[in-house]
């Protein structure tokens, strides 16, 4: 059996490119575990993910560079985002 915290790793800070999927952040969710992400580069969000689902999972994000996310995900997003860079909207 696949020890669930082994299989999902923490999202590190990054350089480059980071897609968060629904079912990523669902599982994280499910784990307990709260993100705080540094990304330099591109950061997408699923659009399918709910605002609440960001907003419990994700207690900061830093991104220098670009956003792809719905305007309800750059909502929830707002209190916990510092952001350099430029928004593209789903």
């Known amino acids: 059996m696949v020890n669930m915290e082994q299989a999902l790793p923490s999202v590190p800070d990054s350089i480059g490119y980071i ?8 599982a994280y969710r499910s784990l307990g575990q ?20 960001l907003a419990t999972t994700l207690s900061s994000l830093t991104v220098y ?5 719905s305007p309800t995900a750059l909502a929830a997003l707002t209190p916990h985002l ?4 430029f928004i593209l909207e789903q």
């Open 19 to 26: 897609y968060l999927s629904r079912q990523r952040l669902e």
């Open 34 to 53: 709260v993100l705080s992400m540094k990304v330099i580069g591109i950061l997408a969000i699923d659009a399918s993910a709910p605002p609440d689902l």
């Open 65 to 69: 560079g670009a956003i792809i996310a």
């Open 82 to 85: 510092k952001h350099i860079g």
